[in-house]
């Protein structure tokens, strides 16, 4: 039996304790930077298969080695993250989430439960591998600063440092059984804006005595998009969003404030830097010309991901010898953004998506949706495909 084989068998072996993991992982989700739960949860599972964990890194993150022949020859971490989102989740199935208006609508019980059955998998093959593997269990993914940015200033990646890392995520837009990788730069960097736009607010009646806000951030909206259409290059992908506005008058009440909140992504950190200058400098200059006053913040978030390219080409290459070539795509970019990317800043890294669409079985929705939810059949095919790049890696 070959190598490749043999870790068919033992995924396909361990599939319902695969399962078992992840519904109890969705049944009970905790949100960012509350994982304590889902960390002891992780921990017990890892000591039962004979690992031994060290926990409270970033207070609820943990990490794990798996030794194989000659361990300080070369090493890959793997990487899974932890929590879930503030939605209420919508469908009935039998691991709903119990904790009302949090649910795992991202996939991240997935990544947890996959990289558990990985872990299974390569302990049992550590005799036929050199090198170490180093297991990253994360926190705080969905939520800035980031729970990659905390474990790296703790020092996830050292003692030991590994020479590349590797990260799989779940993607609703591919069918369960197939996989998909992209060299280069896949992911966008993702900016927060709070925009707070200050007039003076009285009787809608008589307009001309009070300092409309909801006319200047109305104003503000429309010409903040040129920063896009007429200042980005357009080779560089950028989005400029905004998703809410908050402008708490009445019918006959003009308010004296109105909150604007968006996002900017984009695929480079020099126009990233640019850009946010020139979101500031019209925000405030459209305000200002109409009599008001413009209070504007950008938290600066997740870096832009990029996947290095010879190590990504390796894991198609070996995607492909175990699924099968037309089993694995080619991912376009992608402006959602992943806090995965500071690895990808500090160590080689690979981020590919693990199919688990099934439009037969009604398994569509997207991510960050109420009725979100996977084909199972994914969780036999992302443990295995996981173990089998590690091992093809540590022997590149």
Known sequence: MSLAEKIKTLSAEIVEQTVANRRHLHAHPELSYQEYKTSAYVAEQLRAIGLDPVTGIADTGLTCLIKGKNPGSKTVALRADMDALPILEASEVPYRSTNDGVMHACGHDVHTASLLSTATILNQLKHQFEGTIKLIFQPGEEKLPGGASLMIKEGVLENPSPKSIIGQHVMPFIPVGKVGF??????????????????????????????????????????????????????????????KIIGDGATNVIPSEVIIE???????????????????????????????????????????????????????????????????????????????????????????????????????????????DIDEEALELGPGLMAWLTIKELQA
């Open 262 to 372: 968006g996002t900017f992504r984009t695929l480079n950190e020099e126009w990233r830097s640019e850009a946010h200058k020139k979101i500031k400098s019209i925000a405030e200059g459209v305000v200002d010309s109409m009599g008001g006053k413009c209070d504007i913040e950008i938290r600066q978030g997740y870096p832009f991901l990029t996947n290095e390219p010879e190590l990504t080409q390796r894991a198609i290459d070996a995607a492909k010898e175990y699924l099968g070539e037309e089993n694995v795509e080619e991912l376009d970019l992608w402006l959602a953004a992943e806090d995965f990317a500071y690895y990808s800043q500090e160590v080689d890294a690979c981020f590919y998506r693990l199919g688990t669409r099934n439009e037969a079985r009604g398994i569509i929705s997207g991510v960050h949706t109420p009725t979100f």
């Open 182 to 243: 992209r060299k280069g730069m896949y992911m966008a960097s993702a900016d927060e804006i709070y925009i707070t736009v200050v007039g003076k607010g009285g009787h809608a009646a008589m307009p001309e005595r009070f300092v409309d806000p909801v006319l200047m951030a109305s104003h503000l909206i429309v010409a903040l998009q040129q920063v896009v259409s007429r200042t980005a290059n357009p080779r560089i992908p950028s989005v400029l969003s905004f998703g």
